[in-house]
């Protein structure tokens, strides 16, 4: 039963998935507004005279729509806008998988929805028992779609446990607290996120630029993002923050996504190419770094997209303050150290030919790891929706988890 393993467990167990050979399901998803267009009248800051939630109200990353969910594809961004409505598991698990949704945040509450969506047509004249056993089921299955961002296996447990607490209830009623369970992951993270907003204001109010890598801004997360928020908090305030927004290869998630998302919404972004940072930074060109987080161990050390790693020594060389950004979620109290977190490895074709080109020889051997660790030791501090946790990490991570 999934809710009493720990979270190696289920690594474990993705680990001989991947051994078999278990790849998933394909999936067929629907599109229902396969538009080509430009989003900034949906997205904008200016447009909405400052009202961040009225602006994104319109654009969501992720939402429950009559029975479904609807997610904006981000393999399509910046060019297409397109969202998928996703009606069974199977199309939740591939939309994790090939990064249609992404972000440690936002990956869980997909696959909190997604959870439901699998056992939502478990015959209600089922017995409890049989229900139960398909839950822990479906929650293995969705936990293997990616290794490193444990908000997927923290959101999978928490459903895991909810259903296990109404084990005298009947079906029908397991399935609508599973349900409520995924509304409150998908509610607390929009406020949780402006918190780490706000909390993390503190750290920027006096500077005019941070840089930041990958995408943690609103399209990781429910809205407001983990360390672009406070950024949205700083605008909120009439503060516009430049960020320099590290493009990320190989997915290019920084110049696809973040970049889109803040020029969307009128914050003064430039755009880096992932070599370009240590120059920006000899040049005091920013005052922080802030990057999200896809798992924090015990001991501060973080796992975040990959090049973070470089970019964190490249701040400690020139005194730049190095930031993580990331909800309580994104700790997994179970791992005492960054050596001990599991590393997606994704396909070679991503290195060799990113977007259709390709741009190495055939046959070429390559490492593609899709996230590093950044120790301890290189991070100022990690601000979360409680305050900013500061060295010694692991007594303030302990205080967290008391
Ligand atoms: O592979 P991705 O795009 O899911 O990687 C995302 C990141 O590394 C983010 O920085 C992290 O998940 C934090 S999102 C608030």
Redesign the pocket.
């Known amino acids: 039963m999934l809710i009493h393993q720990p979270v190696w467990w289920i690594h474990a167990m993705l680990i001989q998935r991947r051994q078999a050979g278990s790849r998933g399901p394909s999936a067929v998803l629907r599109n229902t507004n396969s538009t080509m267009r430009d989003a900034s009248d949906d997205w904008s800051w200016r447009n909405t005279g400052g009202s961040m939630s009225t602006a994104q109200e319109r654009l969501k990353t992720i939402c429950w729509a009559d029975g479904h969910v609807r997610l904006i594809d981000q393999t399509r961004l910046p060019t297409e806008l397109v969202y998928l409505d996703i009606t069974a598991a199977k199309d939740m698990f591939h939309a994790i998988r090939t990064?249609q949704v992404?972000?440690?945040?936002a990956?869980g509450i997909a696959a909190a929805y997604g959870l439901y969506l699998a056992v939502s047509d478990f015959p209600d004249h089922r017995t409890t028992g049989d229900f139960l056993a398909y839950v822990d089921k479906n929650c293995r299955y969705l936990a293997s779609a990616r290794p490193t961002?444990v908000n997927l296996f923290w959101a999978l447990e928490k459903l895991g446990k909810t259903a296990h607490a109404y084990s005298g209830s009947s079906v029908p009623e397991i399935k609508r607290h599973l349900l409520e369970e995924a509304h409150q992951i998908f509610a607390t993270d929009r406020q949780t996120c402006r918190q780490i907003g706000e909390n993390g204001y503190e750290l920027v109010k006096d500077l005019s630029a941070i840089l930041t890598h990958?995408?943690?801004g609103g399209l990781?997360?429910s809205e407001y993002?983990?360390?672009l928020a406070p950024v949205y908090i700083a605008a909120e305030k009439g503060h516009l923050l430049r960020v320099y927004a590290d493009e990320t290869r190989p997915l290019l998630?920084g110049a696809r996504i973040t970049a889109f998302e803040l020029h969307k919404a009128g914050i003064p972004v430039t755009l880096l190419c992932d070599n370009m940072a240590a120059v920006v930074m000899s040049q005091k060109k920013v005052g922080a770094v802030i990057?999200?987080?896809?798992r924090i161990a015990r001991n501060g050390d973080t796992a975040?997209?990959i090049g973070t790693y470089s970019l964190a020594i490249n701040a400690k060389a020139h005194g730049v303050p190095f930031y993580v950004a990331a909800p309580i979620s994104t700790f997994d109290p179970n791992c005492p150290s960054g050596d001990k977190i599991p590393i997606e490895e994704r396909e070679a074709e991503e290195v060799t030919c990113g977007f259709g080109k390709r741009t190495a020889p055939e046959g070429i051997d390559v490492y593609n790891p899709?996230?590093d660790v950044t120790p301890h030791r290189l991070i100022d501090g990690i601000i979360t929706e409680v305050g900013v946790v500061r060295p010694p990490f692991h007594e303030g991570i302990d205080r967290l988890f008391a």
Not at 102 to 105: I, L, S
Not at 291 to 294: I, K, R
């Open positions: 990064l992404r972000g440690a945040p990956i961002a990958c995408n943690a990781a997360t993002g983990t360390a998630q990057v999200g987080a896809d975040n997209k899709a996230f």
